[in-house]
């Protein structure tokens, strides 16, 4: 997602710059068409506007490292928590950054070098300054009218309803496999659109993060007055998927054709 937006403000022509130090070889190739320097010191130092893009796990301490680069070069740039984080996870990310103007933003949609399209959601005071970038087109940034918290509250409800869809399909078809109903399973599904196993593959790549994202929704709606019992049973699936053949996938070469039982057969322990 991360090199999807810089190569998107690239193309509105923006200078984007970015840093691979201490990132793995995937994050290299991903991120092969951006300006690449040495270290975030010189990232934050001729930064305007930093783009923080993790796993929601280190999101926290991707703050404090921007935090401390800002304070060792003395600047002051914007700093966009873009992450799906709770609403009172990103109130410490603000605290973390304090002296920095911060932006609270969520991410809807599939990275903009995949498709374009991708939503942005954006809260706080400097948000209109991040969707007046160029996004050539390939990015829809949304200014929420709330504060801190509004866009990461945002991003925890549709992701409930998205990633949460994707795990009820998944634990359907694994228990389906198990009991010899797949094909009558999915088609009575595909009856009501709910057939979602080709989403399954590219999901099941990215569950060790997805199981950190619904420990956040949790966290939400406990901070809503709402049991967050429900989304920790899906964080507690999506840690069980992660162990899977399944998930040892690359997430841009995961085949999205696969039969239905292959599926299955790969999600297996």
Same mark, same amino acid.
């Given at each position: 997602m991360g090199a999807g937006l810089g190569g998107a403000l690239r193309a509105g022509g923006a200078r984007v710059v970015a840093t691979t130090a201490g990132r793995s070889e995937r994050t290299r190739r991903l991120a092969a068409g951006l300006e690449l320097l040495a270290g975030l010191d010189e990232v934050i130092a001729v930064a305007d506007v930093v783009l923080s893009v993790t796993p929601p796990a280190?999101?926290?301490?991707?703050?404090?490292?921007? $935090?401390?680069?800002?304070?060792?070069?003395? %600047?002051?740039? &914007? #700093? +966009?928590?873009?992450? !799906?984080?709770?609403?009172?996870?990103?109130?410490?990310?603000?605290?973390?950054?304090?002296?920095?103007?911060?932006?609270?933003?969520?991410?809807?949609?599939?990275?903009?070098?995949?498709?374009?399209?991708?939503?942005?959601?954006?809260?706080?005071?400097?948000?209109?300054g991040v969707a007046a970038l160029p996004w050539a087109g390939r990015v829809e940034p949304v200014v929420l009218s709330g504060g801190l918290g509004a866009a990461s509250a945002l991003k925890m409800c549709t992701a409930?309803?998205?990633?949460?869809?994707?795990?009820?399909?998944?634990?359907?078809?694994?228990?389906?496999?198990?009991?010899?109903?797949?094909?009558?399973?999915?088609?009575?599904? $595909?009856?009501?659109?709910?057939?979602?196993? %080709?989403?399954? &593959? #590219? +999901?099941?790549?990215? !569950?060790?993060?997805?199981a950190d994202e619904m420990?956040?929704?949790?966290?939400?709606?406990?901070?809503?007055?709402l049991t967050s019992a429900l989304f920790e049973a899906f964080a507690a699936i999506y840690a069980d998927i992660a162990g899977t053949e399944l998930a040892a996938a690359d997430p841009e070469a995961a085949e999205r054709r696969l039969a239905p039982a292959e599926i299955v057969r790969r999600l297996s322990r």
């Open positions: 280190q999101a926290l301490d991707a703050a404090r490292s921007i $935090a401390e680069a800002a304070r060792r070069t003395g %600047a002051t740039p &914007v #700093v +966009a928590d873009l992450n !799906a984080v709770s609403p009172p996870a990103m109130a410490r990310i603000a605290e973390v950054c304090a002296g920095l103007p911060v932006v609270d933003g969520s991410i809807s949609g599939p990275p903009p070098s995949v498709r374009p399209g991708a939503r942005i959601y954006l809260s706080g005071p400097p948000a209109a409930s309803v998205y990633k949460g869809l994707n795990a009820l399909v998944t634990q359907a078809m694994r228990t389906a496999g198990r009991h010899g109903v797949l094909d009558q399973v999915l088609a009575d599904l $595909a009856r009501n659109d709910l057939d979602g196993s %080709a989403g399954v &593959v #590219v +999901a099941a790549t990215k !569950a060790h993060r997805f420990r956040e929704i949790a966290a939400t709606q406990a901070d809503a007055g």
